[in-house]
């Protein structure tokens, strides 16, 4: 076993053993109930790749914690150790960055599968705002990495709340290749030249109201805007400097 291999290995141990106590303190927690919002969505992506079309989708929506499982719209989790004022949290995101290419502007080129980002990370909420650090590693394809900081402050008004976010990100160069990449074979096959790009970090900015209509029912919104990096903006396949992504959701509020 190499290097890689017994690093990898003891990582796995390791967050087999935080899941081990994670799940019985779940367990034990799990009786204070659900806590949060569960409903219905419309999520909107926008597409950066030539030829293809922006998507929305209807799906469910859940911002809420069950014990120490929670859902973040697209983050799903579970907090294990108590750190600073949070946990430290395995994570897996649900994402949509997976595209076909059986589109003439992309003819030659392979299918780009939607990838499964799982990690580490946490939740740290404090009197000036709420500060979120994740590490993910794509288990799918890609094998990259995704790592992001996003600051989230908070205004309360009567019947509706914001909530300003500020982030950034780094896509590893493996993630950047398989999604934005041209390949010796693709680039033979298409009519892109060759594009091996190195990792790119991305800035956003995004807005979340969270609007009262009864004690009961609310209405979520969200909006975000992402600048992509250059080793992404640059790709012969990519024709945007920026990704907008949102939701539209209604959902019932458990306390």
Known sequence: MDATQTTKARLSACLVCMLLVTVQAAADEASHGLVGDVGAGAYYTGRIVRGTSDVTTVLPYGDFEYGRMFARVDTLGIKTLQMGDGYLELVGRISQDGFDTNTPGLLGLRKRETSIPLGVGTLQVTPVGGFMVNAFHDVRQSQGQLFEAIYAAELDLPQVSF?????????????????????????????????????????????????????????????????????????????????????????????
Not at 176 to 200: D, I, M
Request: zero cysteines; aromatic letters at 18%.
């Open 163 to 255: 909530y300003p976010l500020l982030g950034a990100e780094y896509q590893s160069s493996d993630y950047v290749r398989y999604y934005y990449g041209v390949s010796a074979q693709e680039a033979a096959a298409s009519q892109y030249s060759l594009y091996q790009p190195a990792g790119a970090f991305n800035d956003f900015i995004g807005l979340i109201a969270d609007i009262k209509l009864t004690d009961d029912y609310h209405l979520n919104g969200y909006v975000r805007r992402k600048w992509l990096g250059n080793g992404i903006e640059q790709s012969p396949i990519v024709n945007q400097r920026y990704l907008d992504t949102g939701y539209l959701s209604l959902s019932y509020r458990f306390k």
